[in-house]
């Protein structure tokens, strides 16, 4: 994977990401839903459809996304979310075991959340 700059994606850019189902273009939404999105209830519930993706870049950058919200608004469904990020942490993936370790740090940092 190659760094790139993210871009606003609007949430209608992502729903309409998330019919064509193409994982390169998710992982994209998923990042710039988790910077830019500015409607936390909308967000979470796009980011929690895509930590079930079967692609792992999908999976992982949705559930590092969950950090960023929680840095942006310091709020998150605990009772949707917790559970999702812990599950990731032993996920079959590397990539995605990684992404969900960042975001548990966000979590515990922003949230003050207890990951163990």
């Known amino acids: 994977m190659k760094y790139e700059p993210i871009s606003e994606m609007t949430i209608t850019e992502c729903e309409a990401a998330l019919v064509r189902n193409e994982p390169d273009e998710l ?18 519930g796009y980011l929690l459809t895509l930590s079930a993706h079967p692609h792992e870049a999908v999976r992982g950058s949705a559930i590092l996304s969950f950090g960023h919200l929680a840095r942006r608004f310091r709020s998150l469904d605990s009772s949707r979310v917790k559970s999702i990020v812990v599950c990731a942490l032993s996920d079959s993936s590397e990539f995605v075991r990684g992404q969900a370790d960042s975001a548990a740090d966000d979590l515990e940092l922003f949230l003050k959340w207890s990951m163990a």
């Open 27 to 44: 992982l994209l939404a998923a990042i710039s839903v988790g910077l830019y999105c500015d409607d936390l209830e909308w967000a979470q």
